[in-house]
């Protein structure tokens, strides 16, 4: 089956840091995402990036597919980012596979 | 906002009891899916519906059902509530075709505590 992992599974930052965020799947993973889960619950589309790069903002997103990994960076790290991040991704449509997310804890 | 709306925002009942969870897609979006947030499972995948039809199933109990009626809404169902169906209930759509399957938009979950 389908398989997803995260690293590091806890993150604590001083605001202002810069962090990455992995994370690794196996070769029938596609249609890669990451989301952030706020602390009230919300899950909150970051990136739909199933190869490439792409940025928006502080916040920026790799995905090499033929390596099997996506990362995840945030610069200047606000305590607002603090959450749950996940990378989930699906087998053409089937399945879609969250991995066990990153805990990120932004310091003030 | 996502766009995708869920009512109801928190359901407490008691065990042994059913409950509906509804589900309205972003407008144009043909696929609904369904996932259960619990503290020691973390995110599953429960079921799909394309276009009214059953698309994939995931971890989904046999006392759970979930329909996708012409409008694009979908509801599931959770039927003989046990303790252990205490969850975050998400739904989320994306356009999806066959061959081309396009990014998930979650909608704010229904949190269901099983008392």
């Known amino acids: 089956g389908i398989q997803v992992e995260q690293s590091p599974p806890d993150l604590i930052l001083q605001e202002g840091a810069n962090s990455t965020l992995r994370c690794n799947f196996s070769?029938?993973?596609?249609?890669l995402q990451w989301f952030h889960q706020n602390p009230w619950g919300q899950l909150i589309n970051l990136f739909y990036?199933?190869?490439g790069t792409k940025q928006n903002g502080r916040l920026s997103a790799t995905t090499v597919a033929t390596e099997r990994y996506s990362l995840l960076y945030i610069s200047s790290s606000q305590t607002t980012d603090s959450g749950v991040y996940f990378c989930a991704g699906d087998n053409y449509g089937q399945n879609f596979v969250f991995g066990p997310g990153t805990r990120l804890s932004v310091l003030p | 906002d996502s766009g995708v709306t869920q009512t109801p925002k928190h359901l407490i009942t008691a065990t042994g009891q059913r409950v509906t969870l509804r589900c309205s897609p972003r407008s144009g979006d043909l696929s609904v899916y369904w996932y259960q947030q619990s503290l020691d499972q973390g995110l599953q995948f429960l079921i799909q519906?394309?276009?009214?039809?059953?698309?994939a199933k995931g971890n989904i109990l046999e006392r759970f059902s979930a329909q996708q009626f012409p409008d694009l809404h979908s509801e599931l169902n959770l039927s003989s509530l046990e303790l252990g169906d205490s969850a975050l209930y998400f739904c989320?759509?994306?356009?999806?075709?066959?061959?081309?399957?396009?990014?998930?938009?979650f909608g704010p979950g229904t949190r269901l505590t099983v008392t």
């Open positions: 990036i199933p190869s």
């Open positions: 989320a759509s994306s356009v999806s075709s066959d061959s081309n399957p396009y990014e998930q938009y």
């Open positions: 519906y394309y276009n009214g039809e059953e698309r």
């Open positions: 070769d029938s993973v596609n249609n």
